[in-house]
T-cell receptor, first 117, second 114 residues
Framework: AQSVTQPDIHITVSEGASLELRCNYS??????LFWYVQSPGQGLQLLLK??????LVQGIKGFEAEFKRSQSSFNLRKPSVHWSDAAEYFC???????????????FGQGTILTVHP | KAGVTQTPRYLIKTRGQQVTLSCSPI?????VSWYQQTPGQGLQFLFE???????NKGNFPGRFSGRQFSNSRSEMNVSTLELGDSALYLC?????????????FGPGTRLLVL
């Protein structure tokens, strides 16, 4: 069964500092990996995704993530955080086509990001 | 293109009642998935519909059901509501075809059961 772990429940950074949010996944084959962001009372907005190819993927709002198969990780990074980045971030894994779980996303528990001025 | 829309946005019900939530996918998307989000359990997959057929189901009791119409709009129904059903219900749509695994989410319906 697929699973996702986000070890950090809450992270606080200062505006302008760099950010790394951790994500570890468990999946038997090549996973489809996603990062979503959720502001209070809102739905989920896609930041970036990894399906195959280049292991460093770029997303919106200056975010990037690196897929490391050997570590089963897909960490999210941003070089300089803005106050508007304060939100909750979710890592998710999706199953490949033809699998029994195709169409289902499994999410981590989320990481709440607080940004200090 | 318009995004995924969900109605209503907020709902208050009492225990024992039933509720129906609606989701309109992005134009051209034929797959609709539903998720429940609670502070304790996080985001959990409910079910997925594709071309009016349920293709996948999460680990929820039979009180949770859904359907999809020929225009790809989807509804989910929860019967005999319990306090624990209070949650944000999110709908997501996805295009069909290889490489179309990205799910796009709506704003959600916030359900409060009293």
């Amino acid at each position: 069964a697929q699973s996702v772990t986000q070890p950090d429940i809450h992270i606080t950074v200062s505006e302008g500092a760099s950010l790394e949010l951790r994500c570890n996944y468990s999946y038997g084959a090549t996973p489809y990996l996603f990062w979503y962001v959720q502001s209070p009372g809102q739905g989920l907005q896609l930041l970036l995704k990894y399906f195959s190819g280049d292991t460093l993927v770029q997303g919106i709002k200056g975010f990037e993530a690196e897929f490391k198969r050997s570590q089963s990780s897909f960490n999210l990074r941003k070089p300089s955080v803005h106050w508007s980045d304060a939100a909750e971030y979710f890592c998710a894994v999706g199953a490949e086509a033809g699998g029994t779980s195709y169409g289902k996303l499994t999410f981590g528990q989320g990481t709440i990001l607080t940004v200090h001025p | 293109k318009a995004g995924v829309t969900q109605t209503p946005r907020y709902l208050i019900k009492t225990r024992g009642q039933q509720v129906t939530l609606s989701c309109s996918p992005i134009s051209g998307h034929r797959s609709v998935s539903w998720y429940q989000q609670t502070p304790g359990q996080g985001l959990q997959f409910l079910f997925e519909y594709f071309s009016e057929t349920q293709r996948n189901k999460g680990n929820f009791p039979g009180r949770f059901s859904g359907r999809q119409f020929s225009n790809s709009r989807s509804e989910m129904n929860v019967s005999t509501l319990e306090l624990g059903d209070s949650a944000l219900y999110l709908c997501a749509s996805r295009a069909s075809g290889l490489g179309q695994e990205t799910q796009y989410f709506g704003p959600g319906t916030r359900l409060l059961v009293l």
